[in-house]
């Protein structure tokens, strides 16, 4: 069964040809990156007038990478939420009036499902019950999922998501947009040693994340820097930033594995194709933890999970009705 899949929730369109959910015949992406990086962070207005202008030409493209015309089709599926409601609605037109037209099914998908999902599609080993974890720009979720489909929130971010702190802190250091590949990448020189940067606090026991403290403590030591008139290390900064982004992270992994006794962890998001905090999560659980992370192409946004995802879906016999909305507020387990 050939699945297309389409993604427009944030600022990236992407278009996949997907067979049985496993094999990706293609997978484009059509970063916005450039168009957004004057004003480091997302235009809404401007994302949703870039989607429109480049997805049909896209999805032309990928079903030509992928050798199929329109006919060769079984379903169609597309991001429904969360997400910038003007991007998501570019995406879910255009995949309604697919399916419409060729009479086929339609899936609307959960972005944050589709990020854990892609570990599935990249491996074929994992096997309930799992501890999820979502790191992305919009979002920093834990969930347990105890059997297929079946998910429970164990913590989320109660501030900033952690690409949004790898955003900010890149944007305190003036570094530029997306922060976080630029921050991976000046802190390969640094030494995290010679930056002290806080681990977050709760007063209550808690599977929460935090990371606005972090990013204000970089703030305050940027500024320190300044006001002496002293050169900014920032390649120290990013080091001791992505450090302890990786052990709030790693953390967490432990208590929630030990909390809900799995062995197993799937995890999604742009975030989690950092090479660092990869390297740091699989020492740190090596010969205990069985932790999956998809290829970066498959962490970061992309319409590859979304196919595959629905491609499961329409084998539970779930379909979306051509009346299906865009949810920019869906959350992680609904
Ligand atoms: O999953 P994603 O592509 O889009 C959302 O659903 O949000 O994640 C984008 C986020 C951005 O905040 C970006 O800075 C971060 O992921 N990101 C990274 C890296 N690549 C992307 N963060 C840390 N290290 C990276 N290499
Ligand atoms: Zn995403």
New binding site residues.
């Given amino acids: 069964m050939l699945i297309l899949g389409i993604e427009t ?2 600022d ?1 369109t992407a278009v996949a040809v997907v067979e049985n959910g496993k094999k990706i015949h293609s997978s484009l992406v059509a970063s916005q990156v450039e168009l957004h990086k004057e004003f480091y962070g997302i235009v809404p207005e401007v994302a949703s007038r870039k989607h429109l202008e480049v997805i049909l030409p896209l999805i032309k493209k990928s079903l030509g990478e992928a050798k199929v015309s329109l006919k060769d089709i079984d379903a169609v599926a597309v991001t429904s939420g969360p ?1 910038l409601f003007g991007s998501l609605l570019i995406g879910v037109s255009v995949a309604k009036g697919i399916a419409f037209s060729l009479n086929l099914p339609l899936v609307g998908i959960n ?1 944050l499902e589709a ?1 854990l999902y892609a570990a599935f599609l990249a491996f074929p080993e994992p096997s309930f019950p799992l501890v999820g974890l979502i790191i ?4 920093t979720e834990l969930v347990y999922l105890s059997k297929e489909g079946k998910y429970k929130l164990l913590g989320s971010t109660r501030d900033d ?4 702190a ?2 900010k802190v ?1 944007r305190i250091l003036e570094l530029g947009y ?4 630029i ?2 990448k000046i802190a390969q020189k640094g030494d995290a040693s010679n930056i002290r940067l806080p681990m977050p606090k709760f007063k209550e026991e808690t599977l929460d994340f935090s990371f606005s403290g972090l990013k204000t403590a970089v703030l305050y030591k940027v500024k320190n820097f300044r006001k002496k008139n002293l050169p900014l290390p920032s390649e120290d900064i990013a080091a001791s930033f ?1 450090l302890q982004v990786a052990k709030i992270i790693g953390e967490r992994i432990a208590e929630a594995t030990s909390l809900k006794k799995v062995k197993q962890v799937i995890i ?4 989690a ?3 660092f ?1 990869r390297e740091y999560l699989s020492r740190k659980f090596m010969g205990k933890l069985k932790i999956f992370i998809p290829p ?1 192409a498959l ?3 992309n319409a590859a999970m979304v196919a595959a995802l629905a491609y499961n879906k329409l084998k539970q016999g779930k379909t979306s009705p051509l009346s299906l909305e865009a949810k920019p507020n869906l959350k992680a387990c609904s």
């Fill in positions: 929730s944030c990236e997400g972005h990020h992305s720009g919009g979002h998501a952690a690409g949004e790898f955003d890149a997306p922060g976080g590949p921050i991976e992505q999604g998001g742009g975030v194709s950092n090479r905090i970066p962490c970061t946004d």
